[in-house]
Each structure stands twice: as structure tokens, then as C-alpha cells.
């Protein structure tokens, strides 16, 4: 069992959690507005830090499995622990997509559970622009209704950016959140090294970036590091030139660790002006993910950037992340130490754990230093672009065609008009994310698409407005009672949304299986419990498991139920129950790794 940690006040008494903490930079938030937020932030003297845990964190380590049980939890001792935090990311990204996916939860249902037992602490969320937190753009009233929803249920400050900084797309998501009430934390995603003069993203386009976003009237400012490329000496150049021609303006920075130098630079952020900065939990932290609280805590002590945390609960706290990391250790991706090769490829925190493992599904595991070599190419190939979801996908996707095809970058471009590109390299090149900066690659576009469209303005202008009367009519007539979080998540995630509803109608709601029995099947003899209801509980012991039939693909069951013995048929397309084997990929899918391992 998870020993959940107990925290203690300066004399060294018990902290009462039972009652969630009220103490937070929430309650600005909700008293006196967005605005009045950032102003607050603008003016604290040290440097506050937002916790990764509930999100990137294990988007980044963990294949973003972590379960809503697993954040309730230790969500009251969150609350209390961590009440100085600027905020708690925990909703968006690729959050969305897994839990329907993967773990058959509603996200909706996550958000709001939190939130009841975190009143304090600002919820963050990460929306990808004018897509949402889909792979490619939508209407633009699909994300107007989407962040209206978030913030209804919960989510407090939106970080919102665009996989190539196309401000158009930028402007739909941000113009959405303004809309909604929402604290606005418009981005820039950091690309490539400002230091190399002879690199495409420079000082002079980033700060032309943050021109552009200070006229949309943001709130904060947000800069993107997703692969872990900004080092502490461009950290002190791009935000000591921001911090000096916007002195009022918040800005908040996010890294992963994954060249090992994550700490430096957002040591070197605080300094150079930055009010906020990312951090994880130590044992959901490092490489892929983002820098250690503890660490960043330690190096800014002393000095007039404190966290206002207290290291003791923040210590406490990981007790319990410790445990939890070993739990979901199917999902673990194996690192080995930081990657300093990240400086060439730019692969992504997130991505790059899930193309690992693609890359071994897909058999090429032996060939991912050649893979990592052809994501550098692709990238070259498709104009030097920001990669981050969904572009960086669109390179993968590119990387892994060229690996199993055995095509060199010149191939590539000498067969440009006879090859079959992955679907989201045509949708790039079609413009259905964006326009890129600089201008698409060409000829390679142009034979590439084979005469397919060109769109040379946002998505959102071509594609028509969802019709919500139309869906919610015809969700309503599938699924029976149709909320506005479900049409929302239908509208980002069609089939998704569809398999999760049939999932949940057949096998019930897999929320109250405790996390070892829904990553594997339990040991034969073992006894173990769910607790339905409060009070309601099942005693199910594993008694054994029959050979597989070849005919079938299925095995009988034999379990014993508060007492009864049991005998069930399982199917076993997906789930063995002889291995907890790392889960299939979506081959279509190159950042999300994993299937169903739900247990007997
Ligand atoms: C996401 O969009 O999921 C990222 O983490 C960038």
C-alpha cells in the first residue's frame, strides 16, 4: 500500500488536512481578476514556481499514465503543502487524450474532482492554440466552447501556445480564454540556440514574438522550452531583453531537464527577471521532464528570489511520488542519463520517452540513435520548424518513414512526388497547422502535396463552425444524456470519445480498481479490494488462469468473488494476462504510446 505522507507546522504538529487548505494565490484569481493576478505576481519579490507534477511531469517520464485516483489521493496534502505555488498544472496537453484513451476516465470528471479537493491553488492547463488539445486545428468555435468548459470546471490560468508561433493560431486560443474569464498565459515556444548566430530563431525574433503577444493583451507572458534547448547563458539574454523592454509584463518559463541543465536555467531566469518557473516533484523529475523543486528551492536560497515553499512538505510530499513512480513502472522509459545530443535533434521532453518506445514497437528500437539522427533530418527537411505538439509529431512521423524505408534526407527530396507521406506530413504541408516562419519549404511542398490544397492563411478560416445543436442531438440519441463536457470532448476527439463511452457502457467504470490491478493482473492466490461506494466492497482473489485457445484467443478466468467462486471468459487481443508487456502503440501515433492493461 502507498503510504500517504503527514505533514507538521513549525512546532511540529500534525497539519489537519481534512479540511483542504484555504491559503492560496487562488483566491486573487477568483476576488479580483486575471489582471489583478498578474500584477500580483509581477510584484512578489521572489521567484514562485509552478509544479509539473500532475502533468508534464509524467506526461514526460510516464507516458502521461497517472491515474485521477492517484492525484486525489494526495491532492488535500497538495493543497496544504504547496499553497504558495503560482500554480499546479494538471489538465491539458496530451492529459486529455490518455485518460479516454488509455485509462478510460473522463477528464471532466478529473478536473472537477480535483479541484474540490485543491480550492487554492491555481489550476494551469496547457491548450495547444487554435487545436486545442487535438493534433491539428479546429473551428474556431470548437475552442471557444472548450476553454468556456475548462474554466467552468476548474481551470484557473491557460498557457497558451502555438506549435510554430504562428500568432493567428496563437490569437484564437488566446482571444478564447479572454473570452472565458481566464487568467491568459500567452506563449512562446523556444526553438533551436539564440547563441549560434547562424540559427533560424534568434533574439530579434523572439522578442517580435512577444510584441505581438503584448498586443493581444496577455496576462503573463509564457516561454515554452519543450525540448530542454534554452541554456542558462540565452535563459539570461532572452529574458534579461524581455524583463528590460517589458518591466511590467509577468513572465513565466518552462523547461525539461533533458541535457541536465534545467536547474541552471531557470536559476538563470529568476535572476534575469522571470517571476515564475516549472518544476517537478524529485521523483517525477530530471531528463525528460522537468528540473527538481528541491533543486531549484536549494539554489535560490538565500537569495531575494525565494519560492516561498516549505522545504519539508515539499520533501514530504515526494514520499509519496516515490512510491507511486515504482507503481507505474510498466511506463517507465528507461533513460539513462541526460542527452547533450538534444542540442542537435530538439526532440521534446515529451515526445521523446514515446518515440523510444515507438521506435522498438515499430522494430526499430536497435536503430534509435539512427532514428534520433532522422528526426534532425526531417526537421531540416520540413524548413527548420518549432517542434512541439503537433508539429513535432509531423517530424517523428517523417524521422520513422525515413528510418523504415532506408531513405537518406537527398532520397527524400529526390522522390518528394512519388512517396506516401505519414498523414500529419501532408497536413503540415497542406497548412492545417499554421503557417511556419519563414515560409514552407519549397519545392518540396509543392511535390510533396501532388497537387493536394494549399491553405496560405490560418486553418480556422476554411473550416466550417461546429454545429452544436447538431452534435449534442446526435450524441444524445447514441449515449442517452449528453453533457456539454462530453459534446466538448467529443468535438476534439470524435472516435476517442465514442470508444470510451462503449468501453465504460460494457465494462463499467475502471476509476475504482486500485492501480496495480489496472496496470497487471494480480499473482494467483493473491486477495485484493475495490471499493465500489463508500462502504461497498468487493473481495476478489485471482484463483487461476486457463491456457490461451488458439480459436478463440480468449482464456477462462477463475476468481473468487466476497467469497464465491467465479469463472469469466477474456478476451486476449490486448491485455495478456501471462506478461504485463509494455502496451501497443497507435502506429498512426507517434507521441502516444500504450493500450488498455487493464487486469483480469
Ligand atoms: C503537449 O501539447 O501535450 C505538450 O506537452 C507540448
Given at each position: 500500500d502507498i503510504i500517504i505522507p503527514e505533514l507538521h507546522d513549525a512546532s511540529g504538529n500534525k497539519i489537519d488536512v481534512s479540511q483542504p487548505c484555504t491559503?492560496?494565490?487562488r483566491q486573487i484569481i477568483l476576488e479580483q481578476g486575471p489582471k489583478a493576478f498578474a500584477k500580483a505576481v509581477r510584484n512578489y519579490k521572489g521567484c514562485l514556481l509552478m509544479d509539473?507534477?500532475?502533468?508534464d511531469a509524467h506526461q514526460s517520464l510516464l507516458a502521461t499514465r497517472v491515474r485521477t485516483v492517484d492525484l486525489l489521493n494526495i491532492a488535500k496534502e497538495t493543497s496544504h503543502a504547496l499553497?504558495?505555488?503560482?500554480?499546479?498544472?494538471?489538465?491539458g496537453g496530451a492529459t486529455f487524450d490518455v485518460a479516454m484513451r488509455f485509462l478510460y476516465e473522463d477528464p471532466w470528471d478529473r478536473l472537477r474532482k480535483m479541484r474540490k479537493l485543491v480550492p487554492n491553488i491555481p489550476f494551469q492547463m496547457l491548450l495547444r492554440g487554435a487545436n486545442g488539445v487535438a493534433y491539428a486545428s479546429l473551428p474556431d468555435n470548437a475552442i471557444e466552447h472548450f476553454v468556456e468548459h475548462a474554466k467552468k470546471n476548474g481551470v484557473d490560468i491557460f498557457r497558451v501556445f502555438d506549435a510554430l508561433n504562428d500568432i493567428h493560431q496563437l490569437e484564437v486560443g488566446i482571444k478564447a480564454v479572454q473570452k472565458a474569464g481566464g487568467v491568459c498565459e500567452g506563449t512562446v515556444c523556444y526553438s533551436g540556440d539564440m547563441l549560434n548566430p547562424k540559427k533560424k530563431y534568434n533574439l530579434e525574433y523572439y522578442l517580435k514574438l512577444v510584441d505581438d503577444l503584448v498586443a493581444l493583451d496577455i496576462d503573463i507572458l509564457g516561454i515554452k522550452d519543450m525540448a530542454g534547448v534554452l541554456k542558462p547563458h540565452a535563459a539570461t539574454l532572452l529574458i534579461g531583453s524581455i524583463r528590460e523592454k517589458y518591466p511590467d509584463l509577468p513572465i513565466h518559463v518552462h523547461t525539461h531537464d533533458s541535457a541536465g541543465t534545467g536547474v541552471a536555467s531557470m536559476v538563470a531566469c529568476a535572476m534575469a527577471g522571470a517571476d515564475a518557473v516549472d518544476a517537478a516533484t524529485d521523483s517525477l523529475s530530471g531528463m525528460t521532464s522537468q528540473p527538481s523543486i528541491n533543486a531549484i528551492i536549494a539554489s535560490l536560497?538565500?537569495?531575494?528570489?525565494?519560492?516561498?515553499?516549505n522545504v519539508h512538505h515539499v520533501r514530504a510530499l515526494d514520499t509519496y511520488w516515490s512510491q507511486l513512480r515504482l507503481l507505474y513502472?510498466?511506463?517507465?522509459?528507461?533513460l539513462t542519463g541526460p542527452d547533450p545530443e538534444v542540442y542537435e535533434h530538439e526532440i521534446p521532453g515529451g515526445q521523446l520517452t514515446n518515440m523510444m518506445f515507438q521506435a522498438s514497437q515499430l522494430g526499430l528500437g536497435s536503430q534509435w540513435l539512427e532514428t534520433k539522427k532522422a528526426y534532425e533530418e526531417a526537421n531540416d527537411l520540413l524548413g527548420d520548424i518549432v517542434k512541439v505538439t503537433p508539429t513535432s509529431k509531423v517530424v517523428g512521423d517523417l524521422a520513422q518513414f525515413m528510418v523504415s524505408n532506408k531513405l537518406s534526407k537527398d532520397d527524400v527530396l529526390a522522390r518528394a512526388g512519388e512517396l506516401d507521406f505519414p498523414g500529419s506530413v501532408l497536413e503540415f504541408l497542406e497548412g492545417m497547422m499554421g503557417q511556419p516562419y519563414g515560409g514552407f519549404p519549397e519545392p518540396f511542398r509543392t511535390k510533396a502535396l501532388r497537387g493536394r490544397r494549399k491553405l496560405d492563411a490560418r486553418p480556422g478560416l476554411f473550416l466550417e463552425p461546429i454545429d452544436f445543436p447538431k452534435v449534442r442531438k446526435e450524441l444524445a440519441r447514441k449515449f442517452g444524456s449528453v453533457t456539454e463536457c462530453d459534446v466538448a470532448s467529443y468535438v476534439m476527439y470524435p472516435k476517442v470519445f465514442e470508444d470510451y463511452k462503449k468501453f465504460v457502457a460494457k465494462f463499467?467504470?475502471?476509476?475504482?480498481?486500485?492501480t496495480k490491478y489496472f496496470l497487471s493482473r494480480p499473482e494467483i492466490g493473491e486477495e485484493f479490494h475495490v471499493e465500489l461506494e463508500k462502504g461497498k466492497v468487493l473481495i476478489l482473489k485471482l484463483l487461476a488462469v486457463g491456457p490461451l485457445s488458439e480459436n478463440t484467443g480468449q482464456r477462462e478466468v477463475f476468481y473468487e468473488m466476497n467469497g464465491e467462486v467465479r469463472q469469466v471468459t477474456v478476451d486476449d487481443k490486448k491485455a495478456s494476462v501471462e506478461n504485463v508487456s509494455r502496451p501497443k502503440a497507435d502506429p498512426t501515433d507517434s507521441s502516444q504510446v500504450g493500450a488498455p492493461m487493464a487486469g483480469v
Open positions: 491559503k492560496g494565490w509539473t507534477t500532475w502533468r499553497h504558495n505555488l503560482y500554480s499546479l498544472e494538471c489538465w536560497d538565500g537569495t531575494d528570489k525565494d519560492t516561498g515553499l513502472s510498466p511506463f517507465e522509459a528507461h463499467g467504470d475502471l476509476s475504482v480498481l486500485p
